[in-house]
């Protein structure tokens, strides 16, 4: 009888593997479903617009309806995906199945990662698609009727548009890596998602404690303030849709370097759920 | 590259596993300063009752914890390494697979990500399916799989990189008889192919039928380690089998055996063993239908 | 004790954490900070202190949370459907509520003004009896009451929209088409026709009325300054679009410009040269 000696270096191929079967998983488990019902509340809530009699603020309406569903079902997809498909792992398993085999921890932990982020940026692609599709035809119908609101040519800068989908999946992706680090030391599915929905608020409300830091007058308390506003990330800065909304370019170096903000983050907190995780006792 | 192996297939020397629970410092000792050698080639059975640290050695050994003293060592290399999983397969406890894959794609699978080449992992993947029985079901999701099913698509996963050593935790478990059975043959078969099985198992008898040596762990302590023969055999008696004797040659027997300074100690009428009987009166199962 | 926590390894994981994030914290500060210096730019103060009695606190963390888009969206639907009614204290609170909650869309500060100087004198009207039983004097007494709401309102919004022609226009027809303040509406209409993007048409409206007004050689002064300006063929070199040539009316102009040579008697050798 022989043996095999080798040594096993770290392997994109293999943190594919996983991610391959961590997407599938979602899809056999019909989590695309319920972007269908996305799609019908958003053509709904488009039809509602009309009924109003905007005019040309209606694709205004149409945006921050679509932006913002994308933004809340966005952001629970990711947190439910997430704990749920790290937590189906460790309930079911098959962690321990898998981790029995020559992989390293890292090549788990990112490859869960990539699978969730890649079920995240379909998410992201289809609702932007959809909104644009929608907005496309909105604006036809309304330059059509009311030229005069068009003098400067179309509104809606759909480029812009496109980059402003880009960011909230950058941003999903940093909470799915924070999702990823709470699921790698807490013991229940349940935990990781609200803990997850907490983080979530904190980080959207993280420039509060930045700004609130010149004002406050105790040392211990200032500092704090400072400490928080330095733990959480920024995720108001992802939301371009809010503070630019349809008209307004983005500025491409401002798009880059929120891009970059989002993949450090990434790889950091990516980094230190596997540290996490690596100490965790299957 | 691959070599002759000179080292054990497992090695443990002086281990020990504490469990943290709490802030406290309160600890669970679950195995303590064990130190166990299972050679290649051999099947090794694990005994003990629940708790007394049988699972927390397996998953020393697959890497899956780390040992808070002590060192093991898989063919020669420390047990923490990545690869000294290359040439391990392991099937959990009741394993629970990725319900949504076929039979087929989770062997595939874990084939990949065993690194088995492209090129040979269809034959492979084929091979080991076959091997387990489950060539007709490879197509169906692993959720439809009996438990007798889960357990070898668990077996044909942990073979499909061809491993040396391999572990099974309770691979009977909530396996009827007829399964059990079966994985008794498997595991005979791979031995016959020269593998290191290290198999744990609460059927004794079973283990006693198929294992080569044993050791008992209890609170996390060896107690008893050997050869199941050595082990288990009186050497010092013997039972004949003869057809059934009237009283009278019984006691012309009994004088014989006198007037040669030996003894009669029992007569018994032989019992054939209930899961033989059981096997004998029950149909076996198609390949690839359920076993349960 | 102290032993005891250092074996503790959830602890120290803890810890290694919190570091780590807050050294990352640090040093992406400087590399987060521009842009969001940019989305700060884009975020007019949010008066929270108008808004807290309006406000739940779901919807107080919805518009801190980075939503104020969509509840100001929320908002406005909810005034169409209380303006629907009729209901006029609703309809004027939920107008200030929607741009208090985001005062960069312009649609909300129109159509807000116009709801207050057109709609609620019309409700105001049909509750004290109608047109035909109300007195005139009465009439116009609440025209005037509701458009200096509106043109408050409306100055209100120069605030977050300095440069609008959209809003002079807004009130030059406030003052117009209501107040019948002709001389105020010109004003406005110039003011209007002076900012960046105003539609070509507020420069022809302000002339229009002058003429109105009697004042003739003021309007014949402005249209002939105004008609070098005007685009008058198509040029996309230059940027010039089929629209807005159409717009700018150019020969419409010219031909006002001939009718006051006629009115101000000007000679043929004085009459103004394309």
Redesign the interface.
């Known amino acids: 009888?022989?043996?095999?000696?080798?040594?096993?270096p770290f392997?994109l191929g293999?943190l594919g593997?996983?991610a391959g079967?961590t997407f599938?998983?979602a899809v056999?488990?019909k989590l695309f479903n319920f972007l269908l019902l996305l799609a019908v509340a958003l053509v709904a809530s488009a039809q509602l617009f009309r009924e109003f009699n905007f005019g040309s603020s209606e694709l205004k309406f149409i945006s921050d309806f679509g932006f913002g569903a994308m933004v809340f079902f966005g952001s629970t997809l990711t947190i439910a995906a997430t704990a749920q498909l790290f937590f189906s792992e460790i309930e079911?398993?098959?962690a321990?199945?898998?981790?029995?085999?020559?992989?390293?921890r890292t090549e788990f932990i990112f490859g869960k990662f990539l699978g969730v982020f890649a079920v995240v940026g379909v998410f992201c692609a289809l609702t932007t698609g959809l909104l644009l599709a929608l907005l496309y035809h909105r604006e036809n119908v309304l330059m059509a009727a009311n030229a005069e609101a068009f003098e400067q040519g179309r509104i809606i800068h759909y480029g812009d548009l496109v980059l402003m989908g880009v960011l909230q999946w950058m941003k999903f992706g940093v909470l799915a890596a924070i999702t990823l680090l709470i699921a790698s030391f807490s013991n229940t599915n349940l935990y990781t998602v609200v803990m997850g929905f907490f983080v979530l608020v904190i980080c959207h409300l993280q420039y509060l404690a930045r700004d609130a830091y010149g004002s406050v007058a105790s040392l211990p308390l200032r500092l704090l303030v400072r400490l928080l506003g330095y733990v959480f990330p920024n995720f108001q800065v992802f939301n371009l849709a809010d503070q630019i909304g349809i008209g307004a370019g983005i500025d491409p170096a401002i798009f880059l370097r929120v891009a970059g903000y989002a993949l450090i983050y990434i790889a950091v907190i990516g980094g230190l759920a596997v540290y996490s995780f690596r100490n965790r006792?299957? | 590259?691959?070599?002759?192996?000179p080292a054990p297939a497992i090695e443990i020397t002086g281990l020990t596993k504490d469990?943290?629970l709490?802030?406290?410092?309160i600890k669970l000792r679950a195995v303590d300063n064990l130190t166990l050698s299972i050679p290649?080639?051999q099947v090794f059975g694990l005994l003990g009752p629940n708790g007394s640290g049988k699972s927390t050695t397996i998953?020393i050994i697959?890497?899956?914890?780390e040992p808070t003293v002590g060192e093991c060592k898989v063919?020669g290399?420390p047990s923490g390494r990545?690869?000294s999983?290359?040439?391990?397969g392991?099937l959990?406890e009741?394993?629970?697979?990725?319900?949504?894959?076929s039979g087929r794609e989770l062997v595939r699978?874990?084939g990949?990500?065993?690194?088995v080449s492209s090129k040979i992992l269809p034959d492979r993947v084929r091979e080991v399916i076959d091997w387990v029985g489950l060539s007709a079901a490879a197509h169906r999701r692993v959720g439809t799989y009996s438990k007798g099913m889960l357990q070898r698509i668990?077996l044909a996963?942990a073979l499909v990189h061809d491993p040396?050593l391999i572990i099974l935790d309770e691979p009977t478990a909530g396996v009827d008889p007829v399964g059990s059975a079966e994985i008794s043959e498997l595991i005979l078969k791979l031995k016959k192919q020269?593998?290191t099985v290290l198999i744990t198992s609460h059927l004794l008898a079973q283990i006693e039928d198929i294992c080569d040596r044993v050791a008992i762990l209890d609170h996390g302590k060896l107690i008893l380690e050997g050869d199941v023969n050595e082990l288990v055999g009186q050497r010092d008696r013997q039972s004949l089998i003869v057809d059934s004797l009237p009283p009278t040659e019984l006691e012309e027997l009994r004088g014989w055996l006198a007037a040669r300074g030996h003894v009669l100690n029992a007569v018994e009428q032989p019992r054939t063993r209930l899961d033989q009987l059981f096997l004998s009166k029950v149909s076996r199962p198609k390949k690839g239908g359920d076993i349960t | 004790?102290k032993?005891?926590?250092i074996?503790?390894?959830?602890?120290w994981t803890g810890v290694l954490v919190a570091t780590v994030l807050v050294v990352t914290g640090v040093v992406v500060r400087p590399f987060e900070e521009p842009a969001w210096v940019f989305v700060r730019s884009k975020q007019p103060a949010l008066k929270l202190d108008s808004l807290q009695g309006a406000l739940g606190q779901g919807v107080t963390v919805g518009l801190l949370g980075g939503f104020r888009a969509i509840v100001a969206d929320l908002f406005w639907i909810k005034t169409n459907s209380v303006w629907e009614d009729n209901n006029l204290p609703a309809t004027q609170t939920f107008i200030k509520l929607v741009t208090a909650v985001d005062p960069r869309p312009l649609y909300f500060w129109q159509n807000g003004a116009r709801m207050i100087a057109y709609d609620m004198p019309n409700w105001r009207i049909t509750a004290g009896g109608g047109y035909d039983a109300m007195p005139k004097a009465q009439q116009r007494l609440i025209d005037e009451e509701q458009s200096a709401i509106a043109l408050k309102y409306l100055n209100e919004a120069f605030g977050y929209h300095p440069n609008s022609a959209l809003l002079y226009v807004e009130i030059a027809n406030v003052y117009l088409n209501r107040l019948k303040d002709n001389e105020s509406a010109a004003e406005a209409y110039r003011m209007a026709s002076m900012q960046p993007n105003a539609p070509f048409y507020a420069a022809r409206i302000y002339p229009e009325l002058l003429r109105k007004m009697g004042r003739n050689a003021e309007a014949y002064a402005w249209l002939k300054q105004l008609y070098p300006t005007l685009p008058k063929q198509i040029d996309h070199a230059k940027g010039v679009t089929e629209f807005e040539v159409q717009s700018a009316m150019a020969p419409v102009v010219l031909s006002r410009i001939r009718e006051l040579e006629q009115e101000l008697n000007i000679p043929e050798s004085k009459a103004f040269t394309p």
Request: charged share 20%; glycine share 6%.
């Open positions: 009888m022989s043996i095999t000696h080798r040594s096993v392997s293999r593997i996983v079967n599938l998983e056999r488990q079911n398993r098959t321990l199945t898998i981790l029995a085999k020559p992989i390293w006792e299957i | 590259m691959t070599n002759p192996n469990f943290s709490n802030l406290r410092g290649d080639g998953k697959l890497g899956l914890l063919f290399t990545v690869d999983r290359l040439n391990v392991y959990p009741a394993p629970y697979f990725y319900r949504y894959l699978f874990y990949r990500i065993c690194g668990g996963q040396q020269g593998k | 004790m032993s005891k926590l074996n503790f390894r959830p602890l």
